[in-house]
C-alpha cells in the first residue's frame, strides 16, 4: 500500500502544513502550476515528489518536470497532466489519449476547483486537489490525501486549509 499526498497550484506559496498533512504519506504529487523550483526541491527532499508542470511554471521547472506523467504505482496506472479538463468535458490536448488508453486515475488541476469524480465511460477515477496556493479566484486552499493498494484507490480525505489571506 501507498499512501499519496496531492496537491496543485501552489504558484510558489510555500505552506508548512503541507509538510504536516502529507506526514504519513510515502509520495507527494504535483499537478503543476509549482511556481518555483524551490518549492518542488522542498516537497521533494520531504518525501519523493512526481510532479507535471503547469501553465505558469518557467524553464527552470519545465526542464526539470514533464508536461505529462504515465507511471504506475501498487498495480494502478496513473496519468498527470496540468491542464486536463474533468470527465464529460476533457481537454482537447489529452482527450486522444484518455480515450485510447485510459489509465485507472487521471490527476489534474488548473481550474483550481476541487473535484473528485468516477468517469462510467472510461472506468478511471479523476482527481482535481484544487489549489493549495493563495493565488487564484479559489476561497478554500485544499490537497487530497489518499492510498493506493493493489490496483484501488481508498481512504480519499479532503484537507482544506485556511481560507486565502
Same mark, same amino acid.
Given at each position: /500500500? !501507498?499512501? @499519496? $499526498?496531492?496537491l ?8 508548512d502544513?503541507? #509538510? ?7 509520495e507527494?504529487?504535483?499537478?503543476g502550476?509549482?511556481g ?10 520531504f ?5 507535471v ?5 518557467g ?8 508536461q505529462?506523467?504515465r ?8 496519468? /498527470? !497532466?496540468? @491542464? $486536463? ?12 489519449? #484518455?480515450?485510447v ?29 484544487g ?9 478554500v486552499?485544499t ?5 493506493i493498494?493493489?490496483g ?7 484537507i ?6
Amino acid at each position: /500500500m !501507498k499512501r @499519496i $499526498g496531492l496537491l496543485s497550484d501552489t504558484h510558489a506559496y510555500w505552506d508548512d502544513r503541507y #509538510l504536516k498533512y502529507f506526514e504519513e504519506c510515502d509520495e507527494i504529487w504535483h499537478a503543476g502550476d509549482i511556481g518555483s523550483l524551490e518549492l518542488a526541491e522542498r516537497l521533494d527532499a520531504f518525501r519523493p515528489l512526481r510532479a507535471v508542470y503547469g501553465n505558469i511554471d518557467g524553464q527552470e521547472v519545465r526542464l526539470r518536470y514533464p508536461q505529462t506523467a504515465r507511471f504506475s504505482v501498487e498495480g494502478a496506472e496513473v496519468l /498527470m !497532466k496540468h @491542464i $486536463g479538463g474533468y470527465p464529460g468535458n476533457y481537454d482537447r490536448s489529452i482527450v486522444g489519449t #484518455l480515450m485510447v488508453r485510459p489509465p485507472q486515475l487521471f490527476i489534474s488541476g488548473h481550474s483550481h476547483i476541487l473535484k473528485v469524480k468516477f468517469d462510467k465511460t472510461l472506468n478511471m477515477l479523476h482527481i482535481n486537489p484544487g489549489a493549495a496556493g493563495i493565488y487564484g479566484f479559489h476561497q478554500v486552499r485544499t490537497m487530497v490525501r489518499f492510498s493506493i493498494e493493489n490496483g484501488q484507490f481508498k481512504d480519499m480525505e479532503v484537507i482544506e486549509l485556511a481560507d486565502k489571506d
